[in-house]
Nanobody, 117 residues
């Protein structure tokens, strides 16, 4: 499965962005999907995930600010990011896998999110 992420950009603190990730395969509807991020010098971390059944999960640092969703007809996941903070600055990657999101899977190419203070 090929994944294409988009929607990153430069935004001021308190602003919003919406990331999108489009999958190439109809297997998308069977996949768990997630958004990861990696800041310079830091390990890649899972920010949000959503099961094939639509159940979301979030890392504590983004709860109440970020919302992950999926559209199985469009084979797309979204990450709505509100009240952005400078510490959200990172390259954001989408990932898709069968089963648990921690399993090996397909990655998108990454999209840069920069939040200025």
């Amino acid at each position: 499965v090929q994944l294409q992420a988009s929607g990153g950009g430069l935004v001021q603190a308190g602003g919003s962005l919406r990331l999108s990730c489009v999958a190439s395969s109809s297997a998308f509807k069977l996949m768990s999907m997630g958004w990861y991020r990696q800041a310079p010098g830091m390990q890649r971390e899972l920010v949000a995930s959503i099961t094939h059944g639509g159940i979301p999960a979030y890392v504590d640092s983004v709860k109440g600010r970020f919302t992950i969703s999926r559209d199985n007809i469009k084979k797309t996941i979204y990450l709505q990011m509100n009240d952005l903070k400078p510490e959200d600055t990172a390259v954001y990657y989408c990932k898709g896998t069968l089963g648990d999101i921690a399993r090996a899977g397909s990655w998108g190419q990454g999209t840069q999110v920069t939040v200025s203070s």
